[in-house]
């Protein structure tokens, strides 16, 4: 028997035992051939990817000005790009907050591209494709003595310092773990972002602040200094919470394929964040 030949029927019988134990596609970012994955059969019949979107900044940032793609950001990135490779059209669903998870199980979306934070309870319905984080970094002044030296957010943990942030947020059952050492302190929620004032008037040394809104922050008020520093604080992993797009359980060859791609492209998603959260929206 050739070698060719040989080649042919290994195939074939390779091809065979998969079919008959339904093992599941691990062919990376090639496309599944047709019948391995419902979902993506579907699309492409009818030659358009539906995705559930809601603008949220830094990750899905809607296009207001009446030209141009209707949004941007990593997760359209990624939208794209899934469109583009399966050779169909991109179509926008819009939804809400309560819909942007239970319309992937109505069908009426193939994926939800709206900014969705993992939690154990959407995992119990969905697949995440995760490609950020919602994250926070603490910040101070420049130019105060008790922060010249320090370098990272490790370094915080002293007793000389006062840490502030917003009674009744997050940070608040965070920080006593996280900082054991600090003196903390609660203020009242004032609509900002940050109790900036509390740092600039000198009655704490650091301040807790979401990634995503420090950008914006340094760019108005001059002289402040973010832990961890530069980009680094832009990719932050205190208190991170995981950031993805969604689709439902019942197809995990159409998951694996999404996650496939991402992994393909995955410092480009993340070069298109840092770029808008540099950008301040």
């Known amino acids: 028997m ?4 040989m080649t042919r029927r290994m195939a074939l019988a390779m091809t065979l035992l998969v079919g008959s134990t339904g093992l599941a596609f691990s062919g990376g970012a090639d496309i599944p051939a047709a019948g391995q994955s419902a979902k993506i059969d579907a699309i492409k019949q009818r030659g358009v990817l539906k995705v559930a979107a809601i603008g949220e900044f830094p990750w899905l940032p809607e296009n207001t000005s009446g030209s141009g793609p209707q949004f ?84 915080l943990n002293r007793d000389d310092l006062t840490m502030v942030y917003f009674t009744g947020t997050p940070p608040e059952t965070w920080a006593p773990t996280r900082f054991p050492k600090i003196t903390l302190k609660g203020v009242a929620g004032s609509g900002a972002n940050a109790p900036v004032e509390e740092i600039l008037a000198k009655r704490a040394d650091i301040a807790t602040i979401d990634n995503v809104a420090w950008p914006a922050l340094n760019k108005q008020v001059p002289g402040l200094v973010s832990f961890p520093a530069g980009d680094d604080c832009l990719q932050s992993k205190e208190m991170a919470t995981d950031v993805g797009l969604a689709v439902d359980k019942k197809d995990p060859v159409f998951h694996a394929w999404l996650q496939a791609v991402y992994d393909e492209m995955k410092d480009q998603v993340t070069a298109e964040e840092i770029k808008l959260l540099k950008s301040g929206g």
């Open 72 to 155: 941007s950001g990593p997760a359209w990135l990624l939208a794209e790009e899934y469109a583009k490779r399966l050779g169909v059209k991109l179509e926008v669903v819009p939804v809400s907050h309560e819909t942007k998870v239970p319309i992937l199980a109505t069908g009426e979306a193939d994926i939800s591209i709206a900014p969705l934070a993992v939690t154990p309870k959407r995992q119990e319905v969905v697949n995440f494709v995760v490609y950020s984080r919602s994250s926070l970094c603490m910040f101070g002044l420049a130019d105060n003595a008790k922060l010249k030296d320090l370098k990272t957010v490790d370094d």
């Open 2 to 5: 050739s070698l060719a030949r």
